[in-house]
T-cell receptor
Framework: NAGVMQNPRHLVRRRGQEARLRCSPMKGHSHVYWYRQLPEEGLKFMVYLQKENIIDESGMPKERFSAEFPKEGPSILRIQQVVRGDSAAYFC????????????FGEGSWLTVV | AQRVTQPEKLLSVFKGAPVELKCNYSYSGSPELFWYVQYSRQRLQLLLRHISRESIKGFTADLNKGETSFHLKKPFAQEEDSAMYYCALYSGGYQKVTFGTGTKLQVIP
């Protein structure tokens, strides 16, 4: 089992461009979570998805941010018109459908907006 | 709604001193609690979960339902314990994991 795979690991974007971060969950995992970690700060929940469904997006900024987890393929976190304040580490995690299971994290994607 | 509180943003201790990282939770159901550790610029790794009642790297945590706490303890801190520690609550019915804001542990040599 390859673990949770995130790419790219590092992404540099100019202000106003779009950033797309991808997350492939562990095999057999149908739940995906996205978290953001600003420099020197803790982990902040963004969104929780199951296949083709957004379950909880209470942590997502209202504008410019969107997430999806299609039936086939990885989960995508999309940030449109990036600003300097979007520079952060974005962590994806996945868990299997049964309750009582641990969630497993990817290595993160570091976004730098210049 | 579930909530996890880690009151200390930073905890500094000397090497060899005892460590206690505090975690309190709020959840109406039967909680499943975890501690995760994040070393500098790395992924979060599971440290321990209350169900297994195991000790990892000398750390233990006991679930106290009366006080709704799940504090992480280690009798003697080591320099390599310096990291960010996150307490997490799994609310099985909703299948969502809620993390605390994290405590940075700094072990001073």
């Amino acid at each position: 089992n390859a673990g949770v795979m995130q790419n790219p690991r590092h992404l540099v974007r100019r202000r106003g461009q779009e950033a797309r971060l991808r997350c492939s969950p562990m095999k057999g995992h149908s739940h995906v979570y996205w978290y953001r970690q600003l420099p020197e700060e803790g982990l902040k929940f963004m969104v929780y998805l199951q296949k083709e469904n957004i379950i909880d997006e209470s942590g997502m900024p209202k504008e410019r941010f969107s997430a999806e987890f299609p039936k086939e393929g990885p989960s995508i976190l999309r940030i449109q018109q990036v600003v300097r304040g979007d520079s952060a580490a974005y962590f994806c995690a996945s868990s299997p459908p049964q309750s009582g299971n641990t969630i497993y994290f990817g290595e993160g994607s570091w976004l730098t907006v210049v | 709604a579930q909530r996890v509180t880690q009151p200390e943003k930073l905890l500094s201790v000397f090497k060899g001193a005892p460590v206690e990282l505090k975690c309190n939770y709020s959840y109406s159901g039967s909680p499943e609690l975890f501690w995760y550790v994040q070393y500098s610029r790395q992924r979060l790794q599971l440290l321990l979960r209350h169900i297994s009642r195991e000790s990892i790297k000398g750390f233990t945590a006991d679930l106290n339902k009366g006080e709704t706490s799940f504090h992480l303890k280690k009798p003697f801190a080591q320099e390599e314990d310096s990291a960010m520690y996150y307490c997490a609550l799994y609310s099985g019915g909703y299948q969502k994991v809620t993390f605390g804001t994290g405590t940075k542990l700094q072990v001073i040599p």
